[in-house]
């Protein structure tokens, strides 16, 4: 039996639950349609290795989301539903194997006295960095809140901000150039090499100068922002929101193709035969590169068809997920030290030679880039008393020689040999306080989600940010596609990956405005209330 909806949304990733929660909150009927039986996609939280173990999936830290409007001025009333953050202090430590170590504070003074430790002028620089950013978020902000510029419109906003050219020749520099440029101490490079390669971009490509900047104020300002109760504490959160608005979520519900009429999306189908309408439109949080498959032959042009083959992924991920006996604790200068956030990044070199390899599709295990996340240290519901979750990340390619499928042969190594790069850095860790592991290749990652395209959860490569992050193909225009009444969201469409909600939110302000309804109308509805 068909059923009808002023909205379908297709995904029940973050941002495509932000796009529904403004939607219903313009009064708009909505039905979100979810093939897994949870919710949040890269935002979920699931007992990946044993009971009482809740690990997540991807995304841990939702720095970049207190940014967005809809947590950093309450715009939809999000917070009374039940989503806490913790800001742990230290945000993170960068251990090195010599005992040396780098800590980032919340109290940006004493990040720049670990680093002027090192060199009194790179510690003055570092402050400089977080002053300069004052002047650059403004107009990164408002780069993200709305769809991707023209190059004319992008020079002029760039160029017209308080630092003039020298801030558009930041915008389109690299995070390496910009770091160079700063600083000088091998060890401060590495700390900041690896502070701005969190998004998983590559930082040797154009595109990429704002990353140290953003990245290193954005963890002072919220630290590593850990949901309670785990990254899937936000579409929970969002859920309760849009059902409690009228809307309607269906989980176990495969959309299997988009339904087109006369050049206007007019609904979609499920696996199941179910047919949901769509009265005013289609928002799907696909990846760019499924959407073709559930579109009628024809439906895009040859053009965008072409933009669609040729999506590159960023950097791709490894992912060990740990239950462990107890919190690790790290060695740093003059003793030890447990962190919600660890990094490893032995130099400059290092990370030349994890990109390369990584370019070349070969796996690193000498000196790997490394993220280790202990969000149980600071949220006791993720593990049983006195245990604990460790989820350890590295760069490691999706194509090996011989093809993906290799991964299945390869991935207990890699593992193996990120334990041995991991483990000497702490100093009460051994392999024996290691209770179960779950272990993700770059192609797991792509088999659990097809928006980790190739294995990677950030959406796609920097070459795509030229003009703004990801932007669309020319005749493609953010968040609207070549087919009236649907739209586009999720992580490969502006602003792009990483928690921020900003692609959710974006795609709901097109929608809306094309259904003549003011965003600031919806958001001043519910702030007041």
């Not at 219903?24 to 949870?38: F, H, I, Q």
């Not at 969190?198 to 490509?205: Q, S, V």
């Not at 189908?269 to 009265?279: I, K, N, Q, V, W």
């Not at 994890?354 to 070969?362: D, I, K, S, V």
Request: proline share 6%.
């Amino acid at each position: 039996m068909d059923e009808a909806f002023d909205i379908v949304v297709v995904g029940g990733g973050h941002n495509a639950l932000v796009a529904a929660a403004y939607l219903a909150s313009a009064s708009l009927s909505v039905a979100v349609l979810e093939r897994c039986a949870a919710l949040g996609g890269d935002a979920a939280t699931e007992e990946l290795t044993l009971p009482g173990f809740r690990h997540d999936v991807a995304a841990s830290a939702h720095t970049v989301f207190q940014q967005n409007p809809i947590v950093r001025d309450d715009d939809l009333g999000l917070l009374s539903y039940g989503l806490r953050y913790q800001r742990p202090d230290p945000v993170f430590v960068l251990p090195f194997a010599d005992g040396e170590s780098i800590v980032m504070h919340r109290d940006p003074d004493r990040t720049a006295q670990e680093i002027g430790r090192y060199d009194a002028r790179d510690g003055a620089a570092y402050i400089e960095l977080l002053a300069q950013w004052r002047l650059l978020a403004p107009l990164q902000g408002e780069e993200r809140s709305r769809p991707p510029m023209t190059p004319e419109e992008f020079a002029r906003h760039w160029r017209g901000g308080p630092l003039g050219d020298e801030g558009l020749r930041l915008r389109m520099a690299s995070a390496v150039e910009v770091i160079r440029e700063r600083f000088s101490h091998p060890r401060v490079l590495a700390f900041l090499y690896w502070a701005s390669t969190l998004t998983f971009e590559a930082i040797d490509e154009a595109g990429t100068g704002l990353l140290p900047f953003s990245l290193t104020a954005g963890r002072q300002q919220y630290s590593w922002t850990t949901p309670e109760g785990g990254s899937g504490a936000l579409p929970d959160a969002l859920a309760r929101l849009i059902t409690e608005r009228g809307g309607r979520i269906e989980t176990r519900a495969d959309v299997t193709s988009i339904l087109v009429a006369g050049g206007r999306a007019t609904g979609v189908e499920t696996r199941d035969g179910r047919r949901f309408l769509a009265r005013h439109a289609v928002v799907t949080g696909q990846h760019v590169t499924e959407l073709p498959e559930s579109l009628p032959d024809g439906a895009i042009d040859d053009e965008t068809l072409g933009y669609i083959r040729r999506w590159k992924a960023g950097l791709t991920m490894f992912v060990a997920h740990y239950a462990l006996q107890r919190a690790p604790r790290y060695r740093v200068r003059g003793g030890e030290q447990a962190a919600v956030a660890m990094g490893a990044l032995a130099s400059e070199e290092a990370l030349e030679r994890n990109l390369a390899a990584f370019r070349l599709g070969q796996v690193t295990t000498h000196e790997p880039f490394l993220l280790a996340i202990n969000s149980s240290l600071v949220d006791p519901s993720r593990a049983p008393q006195g245990q604990h979750t460790l989820k350890l990340i590295s760069i490691q390619p999706y194509g090996l020689a011989g093809g993906p499928a290799r991964w299945d042969h390869e991935k207990e190594g890699v593992a193996r040999a990120m334990l041995d790069a991991y483990l000497p850095l702490t100093t009460n860790l051994s392999r024996g306080d290691i209770l179960a592991q779950a272990l993700e290749s770059p192609l797991d990652l792509e088999r659990r989600n097809g928006n980790n395209f190739r294995g990677s959860g950030h959406g796609g490569s920097s070459q795509f940010g030229q003009y703004g992050y990801y932007r669309p193909a020319p005749r493609w225009n953010a968040y609207r596609t070549p087919v009236a009444a649907l739209y586009l969201t999720g992580s490969t469409t502006h602003p792009g990956g990483s928690v921020s909600g900003f692609p959710g939110r974006n795609a709901a302000q097109a929608v809306l405005a094309d259904l003549g309804i003011a965003l600031e109308d919806v958001t001043a509805c519910w702030r007041r209330s």
